[in-house]
């Protein structure tokens, strides 16, 4: 298993229920370590630009709605099989149908409101920390 890093976001309905502390333990207990953070409140230009792949989809506007309503933090977490790893903590996208002691499982509202993001694979987790992340933004560990 090699060493990756992904993009990770708790979303607007995770922040306002001050969970933000709770998420980060689940990362750490599972080894994924957060070598880049930072909270923001998206523009609408930039949880399009974010979701373009999505733009066609029913929900699309909704989505930029929900992701634009509050604060998010974003974070880019490294380790092995990081990608993969944090999808299975993650749980699936609709939390009815997301395995009992996954993140989306415990804390999230609906397949929309769903706590948190995760990259799907190694090209998406490359676009999506560039989209936020200047490479020296990223610290990996020295110690
Ligand atoms: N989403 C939604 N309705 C749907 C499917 C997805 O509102 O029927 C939202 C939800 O917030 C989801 C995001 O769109 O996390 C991106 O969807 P995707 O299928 O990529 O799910 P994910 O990779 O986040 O599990």
Redesign the pocket.
Known sequence: MAIERTLSII?PDAVAKNIIGKIYTRFEEAGLRIVAAKMLHLTREQAEGF?EV?RE?P?FK??VA?MTSGPVMVQVLEGEDAIARNREI?G??DPRQAAPGTIRADFAES????AV??S?GPETAAREIAFFFKPEEICPRTR
């Open positions: 979303k979701y999505h989809r929900f909704d989505l929900y993650m699936a996208t397949i929309e409101e769903n993001h995760g799907d």
